[in-house]
């Protein structure tokens, strides 16, 4: 059984966090106190990113995710991106990731590199994380995705996003994630058109609070969701506020979590990056 079936069994909807492997010194101790406190929430799972345009971090993705399974008892998602990896490259990975007792996998593309990234134009063997997912199965992983609710960036139109979506679960992707999105219509816009084109494994709803104009600005570039109204009046209301705009994001996002809930989509996915305050007002929204 994967994570989606075990929870719908027990009639929940599945609630799962993010988090991403700290940088610098002392990487897996602060990861240790970030994966207990997210981990004291009881959340479904909880899934662990790898950066694309840094390489090397995919060893700490890999024993993020091992270490929240045995240590804490959470069941957890090992992001792996593919953009600059050959077919060797990706067969190393999933050594490291077996090695590592990792079961879920969310196969990705990843962010292309930028020019000052040590692996900008480094020798690539995949284009789109569909063509990973075969090898990712035939190792014995469950395998999830990434969806986007208002289209890819790169991608012309929702329908086309769609169709591209259509292919990894082809592929044999079990479970989506949906990238975050601060509009909950536009998400129940993809859902039915998704629905329609027969994707018909589940997707988890992905929420970001916002914590700073700087940190929104930036998310909405580099993923082409859109901010409506309200998003820009709180982040007018408080511009000279800054924890106050921090404590409105959280609110947001904890408002988008209870209306998603009472949609009864599939899952929830909330992007706590590794701030347990945002864990901690996310399950007390949801009732849990
Ligand atoms: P793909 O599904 O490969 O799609 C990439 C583009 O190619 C899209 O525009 C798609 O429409 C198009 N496409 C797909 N198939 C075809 C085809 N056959 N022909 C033509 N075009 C096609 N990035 C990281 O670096 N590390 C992370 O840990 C990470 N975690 C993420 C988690 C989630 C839940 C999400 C939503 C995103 C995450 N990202 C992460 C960002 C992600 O890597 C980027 O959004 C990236 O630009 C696309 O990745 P993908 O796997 O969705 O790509």
Same mark, same amino acid.
């Given at each position: 059984?994967?994570? /989606? !079936?075990?929870?719908? *069994?027990?009639?929940?909807?599945?609630? %799962?966090?993010?988090?991403?492997?700290?940088?610098?010194? #002392? @990487?897996?101790?602060?990861?240790?106190?970030?994966?207990?406190?997210?981990?004291?929430?009881?959340?479904?799972?909880?899934?662990?990113?790898?950066?694309?345009?840094?390489?090397?971090? /995919? !060893?700490?993705?890999? *024993?993020?995710?091992?270490?929240?399974? %045995?240590?804490?008892?959470?069941?957890?998602?090992?992001? #792996? @991106?593919?953009?600059?990896?050959?077919?060797?490259?990706?067969?190393?990975?999933?050594?490291?990731?077996?090695?590592?007792?990792?079961?879920?996998?969310?196969?990705?593309?990843?962010?292309?590199?930028?020019?000052?990234?040590?692996?900008?134009?480094?020798? %690539?063997?995949?284009?789109f994380?569909a063509?990973?997912?075969?090898?990712?199965?035939?190792?014995?992983?469950?395998?999830?995705g990434?969806a986007y609710?208002?289209g890819h960036?790169e991608c012309e139109s929702l329908e086309t996003s769609i169709e591209h979506l259509k292919l990894k679960q082809d592929a044999?992707?079990?479970?989506?994630?949906?990238?975050?999105?601060?509009?909950?219509?536009?998400?129940?816009?993809f859902?039915?058109l998704a629905?329609k084109s027969g994707i018909?494994?589940?997707?988890?709803?992905?929420?970001?609070?916002?914590?700073?104009?700087?940190?929104?600005?930036?998310?909405?570039?580099?993923?082409?969701?859109?901010?409506?109204?309200?998003?820009?009046?709180?982040?007018?209301?408080?511009?000279?506020?800054?924890?106050?705009?921090?404590?409105?994001?959280?609110?947001?996002?904890?408002?988008?979590?209870?209306?998603?809930?009472?949609?009864?989509?599939?899952?929830?996915?909330?992007?706590?990056?590794?701030?347990?305050?945002?864990?901690?007002?996310?399950?007390?929204?949801?009732?849990?």
């Open positions: 059984d994967d994570i /989606f !079936t075990k929870a719908h *069994a027990a009639g929940k909807i599945p609630v %799962s966090f993010e988090m991403f492997p700290p940088k610098g010194e #002392l @990487t897996l101790d602060k990861a240790h106190d970030a994966a207990k406190k997210l981990s004291a929430y009881g959340p479904d799972f909880i899934s662990v990113t790898c950066s694309a345009g840094g390489g090397g971090n /995919f !060893t700490q993705t890999a *024993a993020i995710a091992s270490m929240l399974e %045995s240590e804490f008892n959470v069941s957890s998602v090992a992001h #792996l @991106t593919c953009i600059s990896l050959t077919q060797e490259g990706l067969k190393e990975r999933i050594a490291q990731y077996k090695a590592a007792g990792v079961e879920n996998v969310l196969a990705l593309r990843g962010d292309r590199p930028t020019k000052d990234s040590p692996l900008y134009g480094a020798p %690539s063997d995949f284009s994380a063509q990973i997912i075969p090898a990712l199965i035939e190792a014995g992983f469950c395998v999830g990434a609710p208002e960036i044999g992707a079990s479970f989506f994630v949906t990238q975050l999105f601060f509009d909950n219509e536009y998400c129940y816009r859902l039915d629905e018909t494994v589940p997707i988890t709803c992905g929420i970001m609070p916002f914590v700073s104009k700087q940190q929104i600005t930036r998310m909405v570039l580099m993923c082409g969701a859109s901010l409506p109204s309200p998003v820009i009046k709180l982040l007018a209301k408080y511009d000279d506020d800054p924890a106050s705009l921090a404590q409105a994001g959280i609110d947001y996002a904890c408002r988008q979590l209870q209306d998603l809930k009472e949609h009864g989509v599939d899952g929830l996915h909330v992007y706590t990056m590794n701030r347990p305050s945002v864990a901690s007002a996310a399950m007390q929204a949801l009732g849990r």
